[in-house]
């Protein structure tokens, strides 16, 4: 293409919000432009790099026999009611009415609208299996929308859906587009890795997050310097820590602990380990309609895990609790325990604390603790997070935190959404029955931001091989000088038929300020048609490996095949 024809405004600006590299350079390389919150345009050169993006994921479903449909944007609110979630899903979903006076949601994700679509056209288990997908718009009213096209409000998302007859056959498409994500990562250049994650209330491993690995990603990672294991923080699991150091030797006794809240300060006070103390996290549990103050009980050497906590008792979320509250309730916050606790209190023992002997907690009265505590607790729960530092449960390796972007999720519904909407089919045997699901997103429009933040460096962002709008950029020093411009547009000629997509820059302009755009494009290489010509000559600069390179005119497409990726 000719950039003299294409809109492509780049702009010295940095954007106000901007605080990632990739962002910035999505702006400054008029690629994007901001609308409003959460909101952009792209524009050509993010289309044409969009579009890149799309083909490698179709591709890769096509060819795993998935099947494009595309959905309404616009969603009756009634779906959402027969599954349940218009009430749970909160304020990310935005709600409008027509002139009628009908209730809408922009959709958000569509599980409802496939099981409505899949549920008014399959009847039978011999149409089964089935995957199809979408790459359409959703709309999330985010309460943060940040970083780009990373965390946006209007943003593209492949979302795919799986219905089978049984449980078996949807563990099998679950691996198969475990595997067929991977590929597309993998095709897109992007340094990933397949992580455990959050099942909600259902647990298990029935659910993977594929995450960019990336210092500017808003999700801790847990992962193991040994093998493949990782998991999301919030699924994250560790061998259980033995302490080294002697439990405190002391008989049960009531001790006064003055104005001694916080575990520091007990830790000086006893000269224990935090290892035997009893740490109490009071929350304030929110279910559908009711709410309850919940105390989870962990070792003072630990954290407690929010997703975890709140999955241990099915809330739909967690909030603090002030000290007020927990006042109406006989608790004592920085006091708190597991002795003289009332009935009607329910806590929640964290695995560790399982037979957990000569430890030390709160008495649930002001300015007191017992020591010498042994538990004799029957349940507990996984609710803490793992450190840095803990053991690998798969090989004993040690477990490290790093930061992801989340990409994709792969996740095992089974029979949530089939269920409350009544989609059904009829086996072998005449016999009506849900249908067993698997669900698959991609954020194809932050993979765009993605790949920029992963492939940066100090001279500006470089688009890996399947997504850079262009394979070269063909720059014009001077275009009054007819015959660069010959030498060039004969150049532009021959790579476009050789399969190169091309980018000439044929605008009357200074060769600065082309170079500039060049670089600020992203494109990897560059042909600089100049002056040189008089001895036969292109220059050919690779962003990639930092080099320039006099090539001869002659032999040029020859030399090219071995230099550009
Ligand atoms: P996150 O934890 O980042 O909010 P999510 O768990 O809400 O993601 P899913 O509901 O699993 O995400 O959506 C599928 C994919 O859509 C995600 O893996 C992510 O790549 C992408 N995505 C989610 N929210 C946004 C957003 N606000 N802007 C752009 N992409 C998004
Ligand atoms: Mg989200």
Known sequence: MRYSQLLIPTSKEIPNDAVLSSHISLVRGGFIQHVGSGLYNLLPLGKIVLEKIKKVIKDELDEAGAQEVSLSFVTPLSLWEESGRAEKYGKELLRFKDRKDNSFVLGPTHEEMMVNLVRGSVKSYKSLPLNLYQINTKFRDEIRPRFGLVRGREFLMKDGYSFHANEEDMLREFALMEATYSKIFTRLGIDFRVVEADSGAIGGSGSKEFMAISQSGEDTLVVCKECDYGANIEAGVSALEV?????????????????????????????????????????????????????????????????????????????????????????????????????????????????????????????YHFVGVNLEINETKDIRAVKEGDKCIHCGGELSYTKGIEVGHIFQLGTRYSAPLKAEFLDE?????????????????????????????????????????????????????????????????????????????????????????FELLGIPYSLVVGNKIEDKKVELINRLNDSKELLEIETILESLKSRIE
């Open 429 to 517: 045997f005449g016999k009506a029955k849900p249908f067993v699901m698997g669900t698959y997103g991609i954020g194809v429009s932050r993979l765009i931001s993605v790949i920029l933040e992963q492939s940066s460096n100090l001279k500006g962002a470089i688009w890996t091989k399947q997504s850079r709008p262009f394979d070269i950029y063909i720059l014009i020093s001077n275009v009054k000088n007819k015959e660069q411009y010959d030498v060039a547009f004969e150049l532009y000629k021959n790579l476009k038929a050789l399969g190169y997509s091309v980018l000439i820059d044929d605008r009357n302009d200074r060769f600065g300020s082309k170079i500039k755009d």
């Open 243 to 367: 302490c080294e150091e002697e439990a405190p030797e002391a008989d049960f006794a009531q001790f006064y602990t003055p104005n001694l809240t916080s575990i520091e300060e007990l830790v000086d006070l006893f000269k224990v380990n935090p290892y035997y103390m009893i740490k109490i996290v009071a929350k304030k549990a929110l279910y559908d309609d009711n709410e309850e103050i919940v105390l989870f009980a962990l070792r003072g050497s630990d954290e407690l895990e929010e997703t975890k906590a709140t999955n241990s008792v099915n809330a739909n979320e967690l909030v603090d609790v002030s000290v007020q509250e927990l006042e109406t309730v006989g608790l004592v916050a920085g006091f708190m325990g597991v002795i003289n606790l009332d009935d009607k209190i329910k806590i929640i023992y964290d695995n560790s604390l399982l037979n957990a002997k000569n430890m030390i907690t709160g008495a649930n009265k002001r300015d």
